[in-house]
């Protein structure tokens, strides 16, 4: 069974930076994805960013330019770096995990979540 922590999560102004990381307890099958999700109160959990076994990766439309997502496979971790963070931004930040073929595909792996609040 694969367990997702994350750590980075923090308060920060407007216009800060705060990277979160998150460590995988083993190996997900490969090939896979991984990547943040995040849900503000009273909203649904939406994709932030997501990079595959290629590099491969896919952002969410207000965060572009501005987060960038990057992987260490050696190590089982991937890494969210968030600059010029909006009030918009604050939310809880969940790490997420899928094997895409083989016995495990299709079963999503989750963190139990990092805060971030931007707030002045």
């Known amino acids: 069974q694969v367990q997702l922590v994350e750590s980075g999560g923090g308060l920060v102004q407007p216009g800060g930076s705060l990277r979160l990381s998150c460590a995988a307890s083993?190996?997900?099958?490969?090939?896979?994805?991984m990547g943040w999700f995040r849900q503000a109160p009273g909203k649904e959990r939406e994709l932030v960013a997501t990079e595959n076994t290629d590099t491969i990766t896919n952002y969410a439309d207000s965060v572009k330019g501005r987060f960038t997502i990057f992987r260490d496979s050696a190590k089982n971790t991937v890494h969210l770096q968030m600059n010029s963070l909006k009030s918009e931004d604050t939310a809880v930040y969940y790490c997420?995990?899928?094997?895409?073929?083989?016995?495990?595909?299709?079963?999503?792996?989750w963190g139990q979540g990092t805060q971030v609040t931007v707030s002045s």
């Open positions: 997420y995990a899928r094997a895409l073929v083989g016995i495990t595909a299709g079963k999503k792996y």
């Open positions: 083993r190996s997900i099958f490969s090939p896979n994805v």
